[in-house]
């Protein structure tokens, strides 16, 4: 039993049922919907308030980028708990290794995991960095700013072939 703690073996144990990675898998995918919509109109409200000079409020400005964040982050997190668990992710690097991975391969164990993990570090950021700032104007480009650049990364690297199949 050596390893038997190493969390990869034990997150394979708990999960090895399909019907539990169906289930992660569904909700992956779902939940990226609601994600995408929030994030679009996070940094539309953004956009429109940078533009217009509004002021930042808490009732709609403050709550709409704060469920953005939450939902991205809640994404994140059953994303990873799916590369893990999943024969697309981490299986796939460890048993054909980087250079044996086709471009759809590559695209599921490397690329989407990569890029989003760096989208929802730049959309942390431009909530931090929103927080720090006094003036509407200057909160509204901070989130229009980073949560876009967030936005972009996830759009790029989603598989659309998966998606419309």
């Given at each position: 039993?050596?390893?038997?703690?190493?969390?990869?073996?034990?997150?394979t144990l708990a999960f090895k049922s399909n019907f539990m990675?169906?289930?992660?898998?569904?909700?992956?995918?779902?939940?990226?919907?609601?994600?995408?919509?929030?994030?679009?109109?996070?940094?539309?409200?953004?956009?429109?308030?940078?533009?217009?000079?509004?002021?930042?409020?808490?009732?709609?400005?403050?709550?709409?980028?704060?469920?953005?964040?939450?939902?991205?982050?809640?994404?994140?997190?059953?994303?990873?708990?799916?590369?893990?668990?999943?024969?697309?992710?981490?299986?796939?690097?460890?048993?054909?290794?980087?250079?044996?991975?086709?471009?759809?391969?590559?695209?599921?164990?490397?690329?989407?995991?990569?890029?989003?993990i760096i989208a929802i570090v730049l959309i942390t950021i431009?909530?931090?960095?929103?927080?720090?700032?006094?003036?509407?104007?200057?909160?509204?480009?901070?989130?229009?700013?980073?949560?876009?650049?967030?936005?972009?990364?996830?759009?790029?690297?989603?598989?659309?072939?998966?998606?419309?199949?």
């Open positions: 039993m050596p390893g038997f703690f190493c969390p990869t073996n034990f997150i990675y169906e289930t992660i898998q569904i909700v992956h995918s779902y939940l990226a919907y609601v994600v995408l919509a929030i994030l679009f109109l996070a940094v539309a409200n953004a956009i429109m308030g940078w533009v217009s000079n509004k002021m930042f409020t808490m009732e709609k400005d403050l709550r709409l980028s704060l469920f953005a964040l939450i939902f991205s982050h809640i994404q994140l997190l059953v994303g990873l708990l799916l590369f893990f668990i999943s024969a697309n992710g981490l299986k796939a690097i460890q048993s054909l290794g980087m250079g044996g991975l086709n471009a759809p391969a590559r695209l599921l164990a490397v690329e989407h995991p990569f890029i989003n431009g909530w931090s960095r929103h927080k720090k700032f006094m003036e509407g104007r200057k909160k509204f480009k901070s989130i229009a700013i980073f949560y876009g650049l967030g936005l972009v990364l996830i759009l790029s690297r989603i598989p659309w072939g998966q998606w419309f199949n």
